[in-house]
Structure formats: structure tokens, C-alpha cells
């Protein structure tokens, strides 16, 4: 317990550009493995662990820290105590960025290493995991940059009053994340809780911890204060559960699957009512019009839009809605877009997808895979795993998908897409709002009236107009209906993670 981390640190000057290079830098690599509490990495005090495996290999990574209650009491306590204190919560807004800038420029400089991390512990390309890491940065830098150009509002009162309307910290807030892209969306939630002044506990995914206790130690280099930031690598059902069921946390900002969303609105029911956020699944309609004007920058769109990330996206395109006058010929461009998509080594920077997280999402792709045979969609493209050891699965394509087949309705997870044709505009707006999920969609059309139309009356946090999952951290990101209800990114990512506090004054006349 207790002794000094022993994790390398490969400075991000020289960037590896081939797949030697990127394997001898994993070489070197040297995992932190135990929790993050208090300012201290810590094993559990159950003494668990459970073991992160390499799914594009099959080797075992690294045995991490598994928390459980008795972990989340000790972070959960520290956390509020840091609170109190107040040297981050009341720190100014000014200073804080300051702290969460420097954080930032630790990551850059740690790049190639966290993207590494990641690429290992879950399978994706480290080409992809490098935008990851650009991305978290990013995010890091946009809302350091935001919290001290955020004022407060005096009200509209007469001379005899003053109402001010002020923003605090919520307190302590537990974010909880997947594993799909395991640092970005921990930057997604801890950047606004952190430069609102909350103290975080972060649980990783266990598919995932590694990049998580990497940037534990990067922020106690930063500088944040002792307890207010923390890592508990573990279960869901254990440490999990523990924070979400904790009298003393205040916030749930959750990303991951509808099922898990649906839990953690019962345990805040069954503890303290605190706040919930919530980013969840989807099965995201993208939408061709036979009035698209460019069929080849679409295809390949529509093949990214699912492909990517081995499917492993939650706003994957994964339901394709071509207009029937140019379905054959526009499932054949996407046939051949994907073609391109191939799974390969994830240390390849060449390769476009890499490998399934772990047995248990590649058994599910592949049962998915099989159901959609058996229900009679016809396969245009893969559907057979490639040989191992690694969990690979191709790109894989269903044509004829009607709504009812499990394949056009389930969020799959994987790199499976679904085909859907139709003759008009009303019969493709029913298909896509024919669904639990509302995260993103997509449309295709030179038709500015009919853009505009379907916009607005797709049932979709987003929508991408002739692009797919374009937007940068200027504009929110969330779902609605099954989906989910929070948002992150944007200035409004800060309001989930701030209280409005109305303070009203009488004044002399
Ligand atoms: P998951 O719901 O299984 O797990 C997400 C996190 O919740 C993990 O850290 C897990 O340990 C934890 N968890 C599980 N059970 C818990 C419990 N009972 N109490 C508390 N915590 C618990 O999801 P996943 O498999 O990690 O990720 C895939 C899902 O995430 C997909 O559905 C995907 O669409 C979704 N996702 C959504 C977004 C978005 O922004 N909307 C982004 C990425 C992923």
C-alpha cells in the first residue's frame, strides 16, 4: 500500500510512425495498477483485482485494483472533505483554469502514451486512439478556457431589492464511463465537473482502466488538490453501485449502456436524489436521399459513420435508410467504401478497425450476426470473424432489414450495418423515429426545405447534415428518449455540473 508509482513516462516528442515503433513503445510501457484515493495510489483494501487482457493478442495487460464499497467510502469521504475545504471549490475560476490548462498541456505531452494505453487495453487503432487523446484535450482546454467568462445575472427587480442568481459546485461527483473511448469520455465529464470547482471520482469501465490511473497521476502532477480527484478502477456492480448508491455523492454523469441508465435512476431514487445524467445507446438512422449530390463522399460517410471504432460508438450510423431508386447502387458504394474498413493490427496506423473489446462483445457481434441471417436479411458484406487470436470481426453488411429484425432495432455494438430502403420522405422519418433510441441521424439531401424539415422532426439529440459526427466541442452532445437526457461538451455541459443559487437582498430606499 501506499508506495511510490513506478509507471514510466515516455515523453511524446518524437511520434512513433510505424507498427515496430508503436509495438517497442509498448514495450516499454509500465502500468499503473492501483486505485487513486486521497493523493495516494492505493490497492483495494479488499486486496482484488481483476485482470485487463489485450484483445487484439489475447495476453494479459496488467492486474488493476478491483474497489468495491469499502474503497468508495474512503474516496466518497475524502471527496467531500476536499469540498469543504474549499482549496478547488472556492478556488477562482481564474486558477482553476490555470490548473486544469496544465493538465492538458501534461496529456500533450503524454499523447502518444495515453493513446497507447488505450489502443492496448480495448482493441482500437492507434491512429484512432491518438484523435481520442486530441479530443479529451481538447475538451480539457475549451472548458478550462469557459469557467472564468461565465457570469452570473442580476434580476429585474425594483430599487427596494437585489436578486443576484449565482452558480456553485454541486459537491461530489461521480462520473462513471465505458470503455469504448475510455479517455475521451472521462474528459467529456470530469473537464466541466472539475473547472466548476466539484471534487470527481472517476470509475473507468473495468474493460478500460488503464489510461484513467495514468491521468491520476498527471493531476496530482498538475496540481489539483489532495481528494479532488479520484480514480476506483472496479466493477460496476461493486464500486459502481456503492457511489451511485452513496448518501454523500451529488451527481451521477454517466456514459454507457440504456440498461445501466435505467439502474442508476433507481439507486438515486433509493439514496439521496441526486442529480442523474445520463448518455446512453442508440441505434442512429442516417438518411439518403435520392437528391444526395455527392453518392461517393456519402457511402463513404455512411461506411465511417458504422465502421469506425469497430462499431463500438454509440452514435454509430447503424442504420442505413437509402431511398429505393438508389438502394442497389448505393449499398454497392458502400460495399466497396468498406472494403477499405478492414480490421488489422491496432499498432498498425494503417489499420481502420481493430479488435472487439473482449469475448463477450465479440460472442454478442456474432450472435447478432447469425440472427440477422436466420430473420432473412440478405448479407451484402463480411459476417464470418477472422481467424485469431485476436477478436476481430469485419465489417459487415444487411440489406432488406425491416424494423422488426433484432438488427434494425438493438444497438449491436459492433460493426454491423442494417439497410433500410424507402419510397418517400414521411415513410423515411417514420422508420427513423421508429425507435427506442434518439442519439444522433443523419441526412443527405441538396434540398435545403427538406433538410430543414426532416431536422426538425427527426427524435435526435443530433443531426448531421451531408456529414456524420462533424461537430466540435462548440455544440452539446446528449440524446433524448432512451438515449439518455444529459448533454456534454459546449457551455452547456457546465450546467450539469452547477447548482443556481438565487440570493435576494432587501435594500434601504
Ligand atoms: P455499461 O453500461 O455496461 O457500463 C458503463 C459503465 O457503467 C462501466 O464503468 C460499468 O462498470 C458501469 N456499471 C455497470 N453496471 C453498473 C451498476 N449496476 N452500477 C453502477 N455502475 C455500473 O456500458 P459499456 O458496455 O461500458 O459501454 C457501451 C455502452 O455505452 C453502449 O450502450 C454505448 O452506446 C454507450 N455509450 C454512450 C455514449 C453517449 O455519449 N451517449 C458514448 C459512449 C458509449
Given at each position: 500500500m501506499n508506495t511510490p508509482t513506478t509507471v514510466s513516462t515516455i515523453i511524446s516528442t518524437t511520434a512513433p510512425t510505424n507498427q515496430t515503433e508503436w509495438q517497442a513503445l509498448a514495450e516499454k510501457l509500465d502500468f499503473e495498477t492501483r486505485a487513486y484515493i486521497n493523493d495516494r495510489f492505493v490497492d483495494a483494501q479488499s486486496g482484488n483485482t481483476l485482470t485487463t487482457i489485450n484483445p487484439a493478442t489475447g495476453s494479459v495487460l496488467a492486474e488493476v485494483a478491483s474497489c468495491d464499497d469499502a474503497d468508495a467510502a474512503l474516496a466518497v469521504k475524502a471527496a467531500q472533505e476536499a469540498f469543504q475545504r474549499g482549496d478547488w471549490a472556492r478556488r477562482s475560476p481564474t486558477q482553476r483554469k490555470v490548473t486544469l490548462l496544465k493538465l492538458a498541456d501534461l496529456m500533450q505531452d503524454h499523447k502518444h502514451e495515453l493513446a497507447l494505453l488505450d489502443t492496448l487495453d480495448m482493441g482500437k487503432p492507434i491512429s484512432s486512439a491518438l484523435g481520442d487523446i486530441d479530443g479529451a484535450i481538447s475538451c480539457l482546454r475549451y472548458t478550462a478556457e469557459s469557467i472564468d467568462k461565465l457570469y452570473g445575472e442580476v434580476a429585474p427587480t425594483g430599487d427596494n431589492n437585489l436578486g443576484l442568481i449565482v452558480r456553485e459546485p454541486l459537491g461530489v461527483v461521480a462520473a462513471i464511463v465505458p470503455w469504448n473511448f475510455p479517455l475521451m469520455m472521462t474528459a467529456w465529464k470530469i473537464a466541466p465537473a472539475l473547472a466548476a470547482g466539484n471534487s470527481v471520482i472517476l470509475k473507468p469501465s473495468e474493460k478500460s482502466p488503464l489510461s484513467a490511473l495514468r491521468l491520476a497521476s498527471l493531476s496530482k502532477q498538475a496540481g489539483l488538490p489532495m481528494g479532488v480527484f479520484q480514480v476506483l478502477p472496479g466493477y460496476g456492480h461493486t464500486v459502481g453501485k456503492a457511489l451511485a448508491l452513496s448518501?454523500?455523492?451529488?451527481c451521477l454523469a454517466f456514459t454507457g449502456s440504456t440498461q445501466v441508465g435505467k439502474q442508476l435512476m433507481q439507486y438515486a431514487g433509493q439514496s439521496n436524489l441526486k442529480r442523474v445524467y445520463l448518455e446512453c445507446g442508440g441505434k442512429s438512422p442516417n438518411i439518403i436521399f435520392a437528391d444526395c449530390q455527392n453518392l461517393d463522399k456519402a457511402a463513404q460517410h455512411a461506411a465511417t459513420a458504422i465502421f469506425h471504432n469497430q462499431g463500438e460508438?454509440?452514435?454509430?450510423?447503424s442504420r442505413l435508410l437509402v431511398e429505393n431508386s438508389i438502394r442497389e447502387d448505393f449499398v454497392a458504394r458502400v460495399v466497396k467504401a468498406a472494403e477499405q474498413m478492414q480490421p488489422g493490427d491496432?499498432?498498425?496506423?494503417?489499420?481502420f478497425m481493430g479488435a472487439m473489446v473482449d469475448e463477450t462483445q465479440y460472442r454478442r457481434v456474432l450472435d447478432y450476426i447469425q440472427q440477422g441471417q436466420e430473420e432473412g436479411a440478405t448479407l451484402r458484406a463480411g459476417g464470418e470473424p477472422l481467424n485469431g487470436p485476436g477478436l476481430f470481426i469485419p465489417p459487415t453488411i444487411f440489406d432488406d432489414v425491416t424494423p422488426k429484425m433484432a438488427v434494425g432495432r438493438e444497438e449491436i455494438f459492433g460493426p454491423v450495418l442494417a439497410v433500410f430502403g424507402f419510397d418517400n420522405e414521411d415513410e423515411a422519418l417514420a422508420l427513423a423515429n421508429d425507435s427506442d433510441f434518439g442519439l444522433a441521424a443523419g441526412v443527405w439531401s441538396q434540398n435545403i426545405d427538406r433538410v430543414m424539415r426532416v431536422s426538425r422532426k427527426l427524435q435526435s439529440g443530433q443531426v448531421y447534415v451531408n456529414n456524420?459526427?462533424?461537430?466540435?466541442?462548440?455544440v452539446p452532445f446528449g440524446g433524448v428518449k432512451q438515449s439518455g437526457n444529459g448533454r456534454d461538451k459546449?457551455?452547456?455541459?457546465l450546467d450539469e455540473y452547477t447548482e443556481i443559487k438565487t440570493i435576494w437582498m432587501s435594500l434601504q430606499p
Amino acid at each position: 500500500m501506499n508506495t511510490p508509482t513506478t509507471v514510466s513516462t515516455i515523453i511524446s516528442t518524437t511520434a512513433p510512425t510505424n507498427q515496430t515503433e508503436w509495438q517497442a513503445l509498448a514495450e516499454k510501457l509500465d502500468f499503473e495498477t492501483r486505485a487513486y484515493i486521497n493523493d495516494r495510489f492505493v490497492d483495494a483494501q479488499s486486496g482484488n483485482t481483476l485482470t485487463t487482457i489485450n484483445p487484439a493478442t489475447g495476453s494479459v495487460l496488467a492486474e488493476v485494483a478491483s474497489c468495491d464499497d469499502a474503497d468508495a467510502a474512503l474516496a466518497v469521504k475524502a471527496a467531500q472533505e476536499a469540498f469543504q475545504r474549499g482549496d478547488w471549490a472556492r478556488r477562482s475560476p481564474t486558477q482553476r483554469k490555470v490548473t486544469l490548462l496544465k493538465l492538458a498541456d501534461l496529456m500533450q505531452d503524454h499523447k502518444h502514451e495515453l493513446a497507447l494505453l488505450d489502443t492496448l487495453d480495448m482493441g482500437k487503432p492507434i491512429s484512432s486512439a491518438l484523435g481520442d487523446i486530441d479530443g479529451a484535450i481538447s475538451c480539457l482546454r475549451y472548458t478550462a478556457e469557459s469557467i472564468d467568462k461565465l457570469y452570473g445575472e442580476v434580476a429585474p427587480t425594483g430599487d427596494n431589492n437585489l436578486g443576484l442568481i449565482v452558480r456553485e459546485p454541486l459537491g461530489v461527483v461521480a462520473a462513471i464511463v465505458p470503455w469504448n473511448f475510455p479517455l475521451m469520455m472521462t474528459a467529456w465529464k470530469i473537464a466541466p465537473a472539475l473547472a466548476a470547482g466539484n471534487s470527481v471520482i472517476l470509475k473507468p469501465s473495468e474493460k478500460s482502466p488503464l489510461s484513467a490511473l495514468r491521468l491520476a497521476s498527471l493531476s496530482k502532477q498538475a496540481g489539483l488538490p489532495m481528494g479532488v480527484f479520484q480514480v476506483l478502477p472496479g466493477y460496476g456492480h461493486t464500486v459502481g453501485k456503492a457511489l451511485a448508491l452513496s448518501m454523500q455523492v451529488d451527481c451521477l454523469a454517466f456514459t454507457g449502456s440504456t440498461q445501466v441508465g435505467k439502474q442508476l435512476m433507481q439507486y438515486a431514487g433509493q439514496s439521496n436524489l441526486k442529480r442523474v445524467y445520463l448518455e446512453c445507446g442508440g441505434k442512429s438512422p442516417n438518411i439518403i436521399f435520392a437528391d444526395c449530390q455527392n453518392l461517393d463522399k456519402a457511402a463513404q460517410h455512411a461506411a465511417t459513420a458504422i465502421f469506425h471504432n469497430q462499431g463500438e460508438v454509440c452514435i454509430a450510423g447503424s442504420r442505413l435508410l437509402v431511398e429505393n431508386s438508389i438502394r442497389e447502387d448505393f449499398v454497392a458504394r458502400v460495399v466497396k467504401a468498406a472494403e477499405q474498413m478492414q480490421p488489422g493490427d491496432p499498432l498498425d496506423p494503417e489499420s481502420f478497425m481493430g479488435a472487439m473489446v473482449d469475448e463477450t462483445q465479440y460472442r454478442r457481434v456474432l450472435d447478432y450476426i447469425q440472427q440477422g441471417q436466420e430473420e432473412g436479411a440478405t448479407l451484402r458484406a463480411g459476417g464470418e470473424p477472422l481467424n485469431g487470436p485476436g477478436l476481430f470481426i469485419p465489417p459487415t453488411i444487411f440489406d432488406d432489414v425491416t424494423p422488426k429484425m433484432a438488427v434494425g432495432r438493438e444497438e449491436i455494438f459492433g460493426p454491423v450495418l442494417a439497410v433500410f430502403g424507402f419510397d418517400n420522405e414521411d415513410e423515411a422519418l417514420a422508420l427513423a423515429n421508429d425507435s427506442d433510441f434518439g442519439l444522433a441521424a443523419g441526412v443527405w439531401s441538396q434540398n435545403i426545405d427538406r433538410v430543414m424539415r426532416v431536422s426538425r422532426k427527426l427524435q435526435s439529440g443530433q443531426v448531421y447534415v451531408n456529414n456524420w459526427a462533424g461537430p466540435d466541442m462548440t455544440v452539446p452532445f446528449g440524446g433524448v428518449k432512451q438515449s439518455g437526457n444529459g448533454r456534454d461538451k459546449s457551455l452547456h455541459s457546465l450546467d450539469e455540473y452547477t447548482e443556481i443559487k438565487t440570493i435576494w437582498m432587501s435594500l434601504q430606499p
